[in-house]
């Protein structure tokens, strides 16, 4: 179909506006994980949406409970985590008794980077997993990781920054 057939049936405006619109976005498609790592990283004003921040939760969720289906019965004690890079997307699942120390470390370790683009899961053991149950985050992954690093409602040993209680709800 040649220039002028494309031009008398109509359908040049329409084939040259869907070009515009695809070179647009194969621009804008590599600046995207950049600009969800700058809204996280930069305040309020550049905080990831509602919707962004329960979908990298869940992509560590995921990760998790696939790496408990991965381990053997007889590492039940193990306190388990996942993980996921906001920049890359790329997802682990960390455990602890492993040689860099916690379950938290384990992922940070796995993913590379900055670990402040790491959001994780609630942690859990392989045995609580089955029913929903969480363990508290240590005080040491407290020290190391901010608490917007991890979902609302998830468990704390001490007071860190609850007033006491030992759940930060965000």
Do not use: W
């Amino acid at each position: 179909m040649g220039l002028k057939a494309v031009e008398s049936l109509g359908l040049f405006e329409p084939v040259t506006a869907l070009f515009k619109k695809t070179r647009q976005l194969a621009h804008e498609l590599p600046q995207e994980p950049k600009r969800i790592f700058k809204r996280l990283t930069h305040g309020p004003e550049h905080a990831l949406t509602e919707s962004e921040r329960s979908r990298f939760f869940g992509l560590a969720e995921r990760a998790r409970d696939d790496g408990i289906r991965s381990l053997p019965k007889k590492k039940e004690r193990l306190a388990v985590i996942g993980g996921v890079n906001v920049r890359t997307g790329r997802t682990a699942f960390g455990r602890s008794s492993n040689p860099v120390g916690c379950a938290e470390d384990d992922v940070v370790r796995q993913l590379g980077g900055d670990p402040n683009e790491i959001l994780f899961s609630k942690a859990t053991r392989r045995r609580l997993a089955r029913l929903n149950s969480q363990i508290a985050i240590c005080r040491h992954c407290q020290a190391k990781y901010r608490p917007s690093q991890f979902p609302p409602g998830t468990k704390f040993k001490g007071a860190f920054e609850s007033g006491g209680s030992g759940v930060f709800d965000m």
